[in-house]
Each structure stands twice: as structure tokens, then as C-alpha cells.
């Protein structure tokens, strides 16, 4: 009887595991050269992003914006397996943001960024020096964004369609927690009687 429980709870347990393997069809985002987060001094010719699967072309598009939203992606990207790269135009040192949003083979889109500082870049526009007309008060400049301190976000911010299998794996875990807690409670009990 102690057998027939433990597979009772057991098979009812398979059933809640085996739908988090249609997730591993969704692509995700593996690394990326300048790696997210990252401060550089040199501008890369290039941005490269890697993936866990080769991207459709037809169905990624990626953008490159710099400091007060310039665009920043220097031509279309090319693709070569699971890497895509796209030319990099830099402008003034400050946060750069690389969009992605690329198809997966089980047809959810998976769309996230990469963040990285430019430390130097081309300069900014100095504020006018015109002469005030007599009796204006002089305005402040504002801080320009070149100047500004940026702080990159600490990782990649992937969203993906699938609802949120984690919670998921939670409850798989628990149920087989539970089971072979029963099972065993199960199997001293048959044994002391």
C-alpha cells in the first residue's frame, strides 16, 4: 500500500515538471561585448550581442541610442549563428543603450537591453556665451547630460512573454518535497507494523 501511494503522488508530480520544458524554446540573451553594465573609455567599432540560439533576421530588431536619445547604431546588423553586431556610431561620453527584441522558436518575443557607459566621447556643446542685454539676470546653465554622472543598471533587463515559469519550478520542487516526505513517513510506518 506504501508503494502504491508513493507512486500515486509521483505521478501526479510528472505531470506538474513536464510543462516547464517548452520554455527552454524561448531565446534569451547570453552575453554581450561591451558586457552590460560596463564602463569604456575606447568606443567599440562594434556591438555585439549573443544569444542562446541563432536569431531569425527577419524578426529582430536592435537599437542603439546614446546620451538625450541619439541614435547611435552606425548601420543594419549582421548575423553570424548566435551573434548579431551591429555597427557603432559613439557621440558624447555618457550611457549608451543597446534595445533588443528577437523572435523565439516557439513564436514568443523575448525583448530586453544592454547598458553600458562611454567614459570619453566627442564633446559636448558648450552653453552660449552671449552677452546678457543690460539688467537681465544671468540664467545657470543646466548640467549637460555629457557631464552628468550616470550609473548603469547592475544587469540586463530581459522580459520575456512566457508568463513566468518560475513559480512554476517552485511548486514542482514542493510537490516532490512532499512526496518523498510522505513516501517515507509511508515506509516506517508499514515497517514498525
Known sequence: MARGLLVLVLAAAVPV????APAAAHNSLTGSDPKNGARVATA???IELRFLA?????????????????????????????RVSVPFTPG???LYIVAYRIGSADGHPVSGEVRFTLTTGTAAAPPSTSAAPSGAVPSTPAASPATSAVSPAPAADEVDSDGGTGWLWAVAVAVALVALGGGLLLRRRSARG
Open 17 to 20: 515538471l513536464l510543462p516547464a
Open 44 to 46: 567599440p567599432k562594434r
Open 54 to 82: 541563432s536569431p531569425a533576421p527577419a524578426t529582430t530588431k536592435i537599437t542603439v541610442t546614446g546620451p538625450d536619445n541619439v541614435p547611435a547604431a552606425g548601420g543594419a546588423p549582421t548575423f553570424a549563428g548566435n
Open 92 to 94: 558624447a561620453a555618457g
